[in-house]
């Protein structure tokens, strides 16, 4: 079992920043890939950002590469979405969620995801 709790939404200026932490519980952490997906109002949950267990690969969604970065530290149980350059398009909630996969082409699948948070809103204003 793990448990997922996203922190550091909030509203921000076009052109800024934020850095999205996901603080998971149990000992299982490090054996997960992990992702962040986002969902804006009155569209699907889509795919952001994944990590490898190790962290030694990372994959980003066209929209947000080269502006987000996807990192993860075991020892701490995180995993952190450093947004920069932000748009008005990026405004939506963010989800991290658990992938039990070892397997690349299953990090931009929702239904691969075994655990979620609640969300964090990012709003960006223009």
């Known amino acids: 079992q793990v448990q997922l709790v996203e922190s550091g939404g909030g509203l921000v200026q076009a052109g800024g920043s934020l850095r999205l932490s996901c603080a998971a519980s149990?000992?299982?952490?490090?054996?997960?890939?992990m992702g962040w997906f986002r969902q804006a109002s009155g569209k699907e949950r889509e795919f952001v950002a994944a990590?490898?267990?190790?962290?030694?690969?990372?994959y980003y969604a066209d929209s947000v590469k080269g502006r987000f970065t996807i990192s993860r530290d075991n020892a701490k149980n995180t995993v952190y979405l450093q947004m920069n350059r932000l748009k008005p398009e990026d405004t939506a909630v963010y989800y991290c969620?658990?992938?039990?996969?070892?397997?690349?082409?299953?990090?931009?699948?929702?239904?691969?995801?075994?655990?979620w948070g609640q969300g964090t809103q990012v709003t960006v204003s223009s």
């Open positions: 149990g000992r299982t952490f490090s054996s997960y890939a």
């Open positions: 990590i490898s267990w190790s962290a030694f690969n990372t």
């Open positions: 969620g658990a992938n039990p996969s070892g397997r690349s082409y299953y990090y931009t699948v929702t239904e691969r995801y075994d655990y």
